[in-house]
């Protein structure tokens, strides 16, 4: 009964590091989802995927990189990480986007950049 | 560009009263409606959608929406709240892609 997991669940960056995020489904789920989330602004899209091998990019994905490998994980990577990217990043997936676009969201992972 | 609008940013009630966050948007054509719930230090949950029909849908715990097309609203309602619904509240609407609002911080007191 996993669902949607997300690795890690806190981290902080110094600025100019780099790191990456897993996220991982057991759904089955053709859709993956990248989401930050900030006071007063809600969730915001970053990329996202329609399958395995492919991703697209969302309302704010600049300084961000992603990749979809296998169709269970989404990975989500900062190259040059900055204060502006501290926030709490949401993964989600769903079975389609059309027909049933209901997502389901991991636990989170708060990065803080210094 | 398409947006979704909450319009109360914080919500402060007392048990037993009644709530109604409102929610708008901008999209034009079909479109599917959400209200996610954010309980203190979790992730989001689905409380209840709307894809077509009966335009008032209930959720979990006693929550209810009504879609008014013609408003562009998909507001969210509960008879009487309880302390346990002390938590954030999201709208989406899903088009081309979903957008969610900016987030109702709902504070019940008991």
């Known amino acids: 009964n996993a669902g949607v997991t997300q690795t890690p669940k806190f981290r902080v960056l110094k600025t100019g590091q780099s790191m990456t995020l897993l996220c991982a489904q057991d759904m089955n789920h053709e859709y993956m989802y990248w989401y930050r989330q900030d006071p007063g602004m809600g969730l915001r899209l970053i990329h996202y995927s329609v399958g395995e091998g492919t991703t697209a990019k969302g309302e704010v994905p600049d300084g961000y990189n992603v990749s979809r490998l296998k169709k269970q994980n989404f990975l989500l990577g900062l190259e040059s990480a900055a204060p502006s990217q501290t926030s709490v990043y949401f993964c989600?997936?769903?079975?389609?986007?059309?027909?049933?676009?209901?997502?389901?969201f991991g636990s989170g992972t708060r990065l803080t950049v210094v | 560009a398409q947006s979704v609008s909450q319009h109360n940013h914080h919500v402060i009630l007392s048990e037993a009263a009644s709530l109604e966050l409102g929610c708008n948007y901008s999209y034009g054509g079909t479109v599917n409606l959400f209200w996610y719930v954010q309980y203190p230090g979790q992730h989001l949950q689905l409380l209840l959608k709307?894809?077509?029909?009966?335009?008032l849908v209930k959720g979990i715990k006693g929550f209810e929406a009504e879609f008014i097309k013609s408003k562009f609203s998909f507001n969210l309602r509960k008879p009487s709240v309880q302390w346990s619904d002390t938590a954030e509240y999201f709208c989406a609407v899903s088009n081309n892609d979903m957008r969610f609002g900016a987030g109702t911080r709902l504070t019940v007191k008991p």
């Open positions: 989600a997936s769903s079975y389609s986007h059309w027909r049933d676009p209901r997502h389901t």
């Open positions: 709307y894809f077509s029909g009966d335009p």
